[in-house]
């Protein structure tokens, strides 16, 4: 069983910029040959893809997020970041983790862009 823990999430006015982390934990026997993903859903829409980083550290993104959102991973730390800049309104969401292989959430963590 796969556990993901995210954190990081809050209140930032737009234009400013957060860092969420996923901590990964249980059976993860070699944290580097999994694909991890960010997604996020907004009250009253479908989930979405932020972005992927797979087992050979190549990455996707979301179109609405390229160029502004920037996955990477800690491999020793068994965690994955989502630094997010230049935030707007429209990143309102709540943001999970997703492990491919197994299908594993976590709980998901709030960002809400206001002034």
């Known amino acids: 069983q796969v556990r993901l823990v995210e954190s990081g999430g809050g209140l930032v006015q737009p234009g400013g910029s957060l860092r969420l982390s996923c901590a990964a934990s249980?059976?993860?026997?070699?944290?580097?040959?999994?694909?991890m993903g960010w997604y996020r859903q907004a009250p009253g829409k479908q989930r979405e893809l932020c972005a992927v980083?797979?087992?050979?550290?190549?990455?996707n993104y979301g179109d609405s997020v390229k160029g502004r959102f920037t996955i990477s991973r800690d491999i020793a730390k068994r965690t994955v970041y989502l630094q997010m800049n230049s935030l707007t309104p429209e990143d309102t969401a709540v943001y999970y983790c997703?492990?491919?292989?197994?299908?594993?959430w976590g709980q998901g963590t709030q960002v809400t862009v206001s002034s």
């Open positions: 249980g059976n993860i026997f070699i944290f580097s040959a999994y694909t």
């Open positions: 997703n492990e491919n292989t197994t299908g594993a």
């Open positions: 980083i797979t087992a050979t550290g190549n990455t």
